[in-house]
């Protein structure tokens, strides 16, 4: 059973920076998964903030485009979302996210970390 670990969350003030960890274990092939990271404000559907193809190729929302950067470490089993300039919008637990279709395996989920920007 593949397991996902975030780590990274807290409070920052608007403006600030975080970087978010998701360690994946129970895998030996970490490398062919898309991983994701999502989110979700309270009252708000889970939304897709960045994702990181097997092959590096890297998708963005819109809200965050300029401010976050997705990068993956095949040999850590590790995601990282570097987050900059926060704004108080951006406040949501993310969750990460291994997609698995694209290899037709089975896809997971972490439990999620909370992101927490002042104003």
């Known amino acids: 059973q593949v397991q996902l670990e975030e780590s990274g969350g807290g409070l920052v003030q608007a403006g600030g920076s975080l970087r978010l960890s998701c360690a994946t274990s129970g895998t030996s092939f970490f490398s062919i998964y898309t991983m994701g990271w999502y989110r979700q404000a309270p009252g708000k559907q889970r939304e897709l903030v960045a994702s990181?193809?097997?092959?590096?190729?890297?998708n963005y929302a819109d809200s965050v485009k300029g401010r976050f950067t997705i990068s993956r470490d095949n040999a850590k089993n590790t995601v990282y979302l570097q987050m900059s300039s926060l704004k108080p919008e951006d406040t949501a637990v993310y969750y990460c996210n291994a997609d698995g279709r694209a290899a037709l395996v089975s896809s997971f989920w972490g439990q999620g970390t909370q992101v927490t920007v002042s104003s």
């Open positions: 990181i193809s097997s092959g590096g190729s890297t």
